[in-house]
Structures are given as structure tokens and as C-alpha cells.
């Protein structure tokens, strides 16, 4: 039973860093894209980051780019995504998935296993 379970959530204040992990049991996608999503209550789920099955391209929204960073460690078949210069609307919940993809996945379709969510709260 493949499962996905993101942490690293938590309340930061606006300008600060958080660090997401997301690690995968199951089964290993050293092959797959992995990606965070992110959702606010009542709002459509939006892309975040991405990252190809062997690290090496990755995709951002235009939201986040300059302030986060996504990355893997093949190894621990985890994902990270490394939160700077927060902002008060980055506060969401951060879903990890993966991918049936290898490379540039950025809609919620192109994403078949999904995590539980982490709750992220950026106060100014």
C-alpha cells in the first residue's frame, strides 16, 4: 500500500523558513516526479513545485520561485520542499503527491498518489 506522509508544517512568522519533507513508503518512485501542491479552505488545490524522477529538472509556480526549493533524496525516496521569505499568503495546507510522470508534471491529474496534508500558517 503505497503512502505519503508529509511534515515539517507548522506556524512561522512572515519572512521565516519552513522545511516540508514528504516520505514515501510502499513502493520506490526513484523514477517518478514528486510534486507539493498547496490549498487554502474553500479554494482550488494549486501547483507549487515539481521535480523530475531523477532530481535533475524541476518546475516551479510563479508564486514561489526565488523562495522555495524542491528537492529529493533518492535514497530515503523523500521529498522536500524548503519554504524562505514566507509570506502571508502561503498560508495553506501542503499536499505531496507523485507522479505517473517522469518529468514536468504541474496539474493535479498528472499526480496519482496523494498525501494526508500539512498545515503551514504564516503570521505577520
Known amino acids: 500500500q503505497v503512502q505519503l506522509v508529509e511534515s515539517g508544517g507548522g506556524l512561522v512568522q512572515a519572512g521565516g523558513s519552513l522545511r516540508l519533507s514528504c516520505a514515501a513508503s510502499?513502493?520506490?518512485?526513484?523514477?517518478?516526479?514528486m510534486g507539493w501542491f498547496r490549498q487554502a479552505r474553500g479554494k482550488v488545490r494549486e501547483f507549487v513545485a515539481s521535480?523530475?524522477?531523477?532530481?535533475?529538472?524541476?518546475n516551479y509556480a510563479d508564486s514561489v520561485k526565488g523562495r522555495f526549493t524542491i528537492s529529493r533524496d533518492l535514497t530515503k525516496n523523500t521529498a522536500y520542499l524548503q519554504m524562505n521569505s514566507l509570506k502571508d499568503e502561503d498560508t495553506d495546507v501542503y499536499y505531496c503527491?507523485?507522479?505517473?510522470?517522469?518529468?514536468?508534471?504541474?496539474?493535479?491529474?498528472?499526480?496519482?498518489?496523494w498525501g494526508q496534508g500539512t498545515q503551514v500558517t504564516v503570521s505577520s
Open positions: 503527491a507523485v507522479s505517473q510522470l517522469h518529468i514536468g508534471p504541474r496539474t493535479q491529474d498528472e499526480f496519482r498518489y
Open positions: 510502499g513502493r520506490t518512485f526513484t523514477t517518478y516526479a
Open positions: 521535480i523530475s524522477g531523477g532530481g535533475g529538472n524541476r
